[in-house]
Each structure stands twice: as structure tokens, then as C-alpha cells.
């Protein structure tokens, strides 16, 4: 089950059902299918202090994914927890839309979930390729459902 949590920001998360359906299809081109997957966006307050006390980071980052199933699991658990301030502030960054910055770290977490890294440059550009596209999918699915 995919389920989405508002901690210590305003944030308000629209299209619920399409980004879930979303979800799952990614996992699906992975094997994998959703088994407990929380999303819980926050403030940057509340990133630093999980990045400070779990990953030992003292830094603001977009996402912080905690796996709770091994890779090879075909049903993926886990934690994402997304910095709505600092997605913001990368959506200007990078001149994109706040919505489709927001929908490339959802999905950023959700590709660590099924085993993606990025801790080399290597590893970085199979990231952002498979985050292109699974917006690309996202799109697609938006574009059939009007």
C-alpha cells in the first residue's frame, strides 16, 4: 500500500491515484511491486535532522529513502521522505516546474527502493535516465486518462 504523509509543511498532494497507479508501473518495468511504501513530505528542518542522525549528513537534501526490503524482494517497503522547500528551490534551480520536480524525486526515491544507486557519475546518469522515463510513463498515463 502507498500511502502519503504531511509533516511540518502546507504542502497538499493532488493526483493521489495517478501518481500510485504510476508507481506501481514503474516497479512493475523492475519486477517489483509496492508493498508498504510511505511518502512522507516534510520541511528542510525535518530532512536535516533525519539526514544529521541517521546518514551522519549535515546538509539539506530533496529525498531520503530508507529500503526496508532487500533488492531482490519482489514486494518493496520502505520510507521516502521528500524536503518540499528544497524540491522548490531545485525546480527553479533547473528551470523546471515545481510538479515535475516533485514527481522526479518521488520517483527518484521509489528507484532506490527497487535497487537503483547513485553514489558514482556512472550510477548518477542510469538515475536520471530511468527517471526520465518513468516521466515519461507518468506523462503518457496523464495524457490516456483525459
Known sequence: ????????????ISNRRAIKSWIT??????????????IIFCDSAYLLEINKKYLQHDYCTDVITFPYTGEKSAKMDGDIFIDVETVRLNAKKYGQT???????VIIHGILHLAGKDDSTNEQQAEMTNAEDAALRIFKGKQENEI
Open 25 to 38: 508501473a514503474v516497479l512493475g518495468n523492475y519486477g517489483k511491486k509496492p508493498g508498504d511504501i510511505n
Open 1 to 12: 500500500m502507498i500511502l502519503f504523509h504531511i509533516h511540518n509543511t502546507n504542502f497538499k
Open 98 to 104: 515545481f510538479e515535475n520536480e516533485m514527481l522526479r
